[in-house]
């Protein structure tokens, strides 16, 4: 017989109370359990870190950007409230000539400190705990005062740094302290020493950088002397209850960088010298091996924290190519680390600490790896932002408030501008039909996720259908909108997002049965033969030479042959993990002829911080690269062109055309006349450069003026 029993003023069953009780026990231990190890706790000590998550240090451009500090403040608390265990801030320069480039962010006096007090406030405000990352650039400054252990010149400055004699090695510490204490008073919870990806301390530590021999140069206790006393000197400074990271450059991928049994002596000494974390880097800059872009598979790296983690015995943070909660968990639950790093992720989604908490991963807009508003825009000198995201770094101006007045909208086409604008808009409250004449939302991103080392784009398509599931859009996919279904409609609203059209081209021959399209290859898998000329050297040639060109499993699904194909050693006996290691890779049977008009290099155009790895792939795989052609015919025989005057003729099975797109407006311009509200966004829009960057921005800014 159940008894009744008083809770909180409510009278229940005992029985029915033990298995609600369960329920709710069994559903928090379930929580728990799935990311049961992101989820611990990390005691420090003398402070508590509430879960393993680390939010990276990224440059935003917000640093040096007219009430920058305020929007940092806004941007830092967003990713607080989502969750994050501890943040570390982009890097903040102790001196000038540490400086990243002219005027970048700089932490050397007591006047600086009222910038960063907006930050620690807001970010406390949220319950989190935030570090200053203390970034010296040393020879990679792009300034005409950087410095450098010698007069070596970095191959991506044209900057030719000063030596560092020994007052300016003694100032240079005198100014890394001084900005550590500035660093506390201002009220982060620690500081993070760059150490790592080739910047000045790393310069020091390597052979590669440091030809020097006074007491910082010379056999590698002397080059080791400049981090060790940096630590050991700022954590006098600060004292005992101040978190100190160290980022430490754990494989270089770089000629003459360090032996792992001397990064093991500096993590040792680390440790030692009062370090309270030690964060793990990857490659220098200069390095000619990718180590965060999309074609680098999941947690590609963390094999190397895990060795660290046998030699040290603070916590150990791996990072790289980490961005969802089931690699995260894994990484940690096969003790590669006690912490994961993850920066991108953070721009895609500052929500994704509490999405994994509550299991809903479906909805984490996950960081493909793509590079193209972050890191590209980085390094042109633009506020860094998302391809997925565009309110990242935008947080003051770029809000999806919900709207007084609910409209009826119709959206035309599901590819990333029309699932943009339609998640969005009904987000705000308006009521919104997303057409699709395809079987499938995604639009041209169902083909690039076919791409060999593209896989990650079926994330974002995967994020957009919870969208549309979770914001309610009405979505008809299967149909194709024409004018007579809109003219009489009464929508309120009607978003044109129906793409682009690839551009046909003028040469005699191309109906020719070789002729054929990336979409014919991509998405209707016409058969291709051995011996293929690709005409357009853009983003689209080079994805479809890649696609062509692949043998097997793509490497972005499997680390160790990952690895194998970078010329990167698991064992860690070459030093830098490359010298004298030779790239293996299967070499595919199929010839590639890339071909364009125009002068200058191949790619030339690709993502500023991704074309080297494209060029490079394609180049390893044999790629013939023929530019300044005119195209004259194809026929049997096969591509018929001029180059330097020469006419010229290749024989190829097939010839497939990537020559760029035009807008698919047609839809738009019939509409245009009829007195209703027709907006146009993405491909239609406008096709030249178009990228799913730009498309998605539009969509997204579109819908908070609807
Ligand atoms: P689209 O993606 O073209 O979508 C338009 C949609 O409208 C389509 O689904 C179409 O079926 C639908 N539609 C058209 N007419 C109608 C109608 N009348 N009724 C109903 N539906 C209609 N961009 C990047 O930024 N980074 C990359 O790495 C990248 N890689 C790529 C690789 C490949 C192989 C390709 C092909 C493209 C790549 N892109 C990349 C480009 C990117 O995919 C496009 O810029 C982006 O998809 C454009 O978005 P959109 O919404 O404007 O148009
Ligand atoms: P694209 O980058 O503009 O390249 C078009 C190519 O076609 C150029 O190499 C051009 O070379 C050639 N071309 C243009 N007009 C031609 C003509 N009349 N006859 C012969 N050749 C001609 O376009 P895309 O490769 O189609 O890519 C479309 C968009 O998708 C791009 O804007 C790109 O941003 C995006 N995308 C991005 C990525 C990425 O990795 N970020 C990948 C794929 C696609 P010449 O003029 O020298 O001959
Ligand atoms: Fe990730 Fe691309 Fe967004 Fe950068 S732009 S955070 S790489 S999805």
Redesign the pocket.
């Known amino acids: 017989m159940s008894q009744r029993i008083h809770f909180f003023g409510f009278f229940i069953s005992e029985n029915n109370f033990i298995l609600q009780v369960l329920c709710v026990h069994n559903k928090f231990n379930l929580a728990i359990m799935k990311y049961k190890h992101i989820f611990e706790p990390l005691d420090l000590g003398f402070t508590t870190l509430k879960n393993r998550v680390l939010m990276g240090s990224m440059h935003t451009g917000l640093e040096e950007e007219k009430n920058g500090y305020e929007k940092m403040a806004v941007y830092f608390a967003e990713r607080a409230k989502g969750g994050v265990g501890l943040i570390v801030t982009g890097g903040i320069s102790p001196n000038i000539q540490g400086w990243t480039a002219p005027f970048s962010a700089r932490l050397s006096s007591k006047k600086h400190i009222k910038n960063h007090k907006k930050v620690t406030k807001a970010v406390h405000a949220e319950g989190g705990k935030i570090c200053m990352q203390i970034l010296h650039s040393g020879r990679y400054g792009y300034h005409p005062f950087n410095v450098g252990p010698s007069k070596i010149k970095a191959p991506i400055n044209p900057f030719k740094p000063f030596k560092l004699n020994s007052f300016g090695i003694n100032r240079t510490i005198k100014d890394f302290v001084n900005c550590a204490k500035l660093a506390k008073e201002s009220g982060y919870d620690g500081i993070e020493i760059m150490g790592s990806e080739g910047y000045l301390i790393n310069q020091f530590i390597a052979k590669r950088t440091n030809n020097r021999n006074d007491k910082y140069g010379g056999d590698y206790e002397k080059r080791m002397r400049l981090p060790v006393e940096l630590v050991t000197k700022i954590r006098k400074a600060v004292g005992e209850n101040f978190i100190i990271i160290y980022r430490l450059s754990m494989l270089d991928l770089v000629e003459k960088g360090s032996s792992w049994q001397e990064i093991v002596t500096l993590g040792k000494a680390i440790e030692k010298a009062g370090a309270t974390i030690i964060n793990t880097g990857i490659g220098w800059h200069e390095s000619r091996i990718p180590t965060i872009a999309t074609s680098v598979p999941r947690a590609a790296f963390t094999w190397v924290t895990k060795k660290m983690k046998e030699e040290i015995s603070i916590p150990l943070v791996t990072s790289n190519r980490i961005n969802m909660p089931e690699t995260a968990e894994k990484v940690l639950a096969e003790g590669h680390a006690d912490m994961i790093s993850m920066a991108r992720p953070f721009l895609a989604d500052p929500e994704w600490v509490n999405k994994a908490k509550q299991e809903k991963d479906d909805e984490i807009n996950t960081c493909i790896a ?1 590079n ?1 508003a972050c890191l590209d825009h980085a390094f042109q000198k633009k506020i860094a932002s998302c ?1 997925v995201n565009p309110r990242a770094c935008h947080e003051t101006e770029l809000n999806y408030t919900k709207t007084t007045t609910k409209k009826k909208i119709a959206v ?8 943009a604008v339609s998640t969005i808009a009904a987000q705000r409250g308006h009521n919104v039909t997303l ?4 079987s499938e ?5 169902n ?2 996720k076919q ?1 060999p080392g ?1 896989e990650e ?1 079926h994330e974002t398509i995967r994020y957009f259908t919870k969208q549309i599931e979770l914001q309610n859009v009405n979505l008809r996919l299967n ?4 004018t007579d279904d809109l003219k009489n409609s009464d929508f309120d609203e009607i978003v044109i ?4 059209k690839p551009r046909q081209l003028n040469i005699e021959g191309v109906n020719h049965k070789k002729v054929l399209s ?1 979409i014919d290859v ?1 998405k209707h898998k016409k058969k291709v033969g051995k011996k293929v000329a690709v005409i357009g050297a853009g ?2 040639g080079f ?2 030479s890649e696609y062509l060109l692949h043998k097997g499993e793509s490497t972005s699904q499997n680390i160790d042959a990952w690895l194998k194909e970078w010329g990167i050693d698991k064992s860690l006996e070459a030093r830098s993990g490359i010298e004298g290691v030779k790239p293996e890779f299967t070499q595919s049977d199929r010839e590639v002829f890339m071909f364009k008009r125009s002068k200058g290099k191949f790619g030339g155009n690709l993502g500023k911080t991704t074309g080297w790895i494209h060029r490079s792939n394609l180049k390893k795989k044999n790629v013939k690269f023929i530019g300044e052609v005119s195209y004259d015919k194809i026929d049997d025989q096969g591509l018929h062109y001029t180059q330097n005057e020469e006419k010229k003729v290749l024989e190829i099975d097939n010839v497939v055309i990537c020559a760029g797109q035009l807008p ?1 407006k047609e ?1 738009y311009q019939s509409l245009v006349d009829t007195g209703k509200n027709i907006n146009i ?4 829009d406008f096709a030249s450069e ?6 998605i921005n539009q ?1 997204a800014r579109l819908a908070v003026k609807l």
């Open positions: 793509c193209q391809l035309i086409g599901a590819g990333p501008a029309g699932l057409f699709e004449a395809d939302i995604g639009g041209q991103f083909m690039a791409i593209k784009f149909t194709k909108v024409s997002a129906t793409g682009i990336y991509l983003g689209i994805d479809v698919f839809l966004i993405g491909g239609a178009l990228d799913a960057k730009r498309a969509g």
